[in-house]
């Protein structure tokens, strides 16, 4: 699958988001090393600690679904009802989930919607992380 593919599949998850409150929706689509597809939206609520992102909706769903080995991520977001057209990179929260279940290279893509796509990996958007493995040393 091509990351444009990916960020189309992450801007028809954006659709479904529930964005009462911030007007701001956020689309991912997870890839696994097998091809398989996890898509995920951003879901608000009155109490904020209990949002939820588009990137972790899609990951929780995918490791749900037994997967634990991905290759990418895609991500788009932008103000709802409106063409995508500025980049959304993951918070921190979503950095430190991606960082449970992959290695340094996974690839995130990010795109504006304009078909370009700035591709970066975890290392780069979360530099000296720790991991369960760092843990158990």
Known sequence: MTS???VNLAIEARE?????YSNFAVGAALLTKEGKVYQGCNIENSSYGAT???ERTAFFTAVYQGERNFE??????GKAGEPVHELCAPCGICRQ?????CKDDFKI???????TV???TLT??????????DLER
Not at 16 to 20: G, L, N, R, S
Not at 97 to 101: D, L
Not at 124 to 133: D, G, M, N, T
């Open 52 to 54: 939820n992102c588009a």
């Open 109 to 115: 893509f990010l795109s504006k919607g304009d078909g």
């Open 72 to 77: 990418a991520i895609a991500i788009v977001g």
């Open 124 to 133: 780069q958007l979360l530099p000296l992380s720790f991991s369960k493995e």
């Open 97 to 101: 989930v991606m960082r449970e279940f």
């Open 118 to 120: 700035l591709e970066t």
């Open 16 to 20: 479904h988001a529930y964005v009462p």
């Open 4 to 6: 444009l593919e990916l």
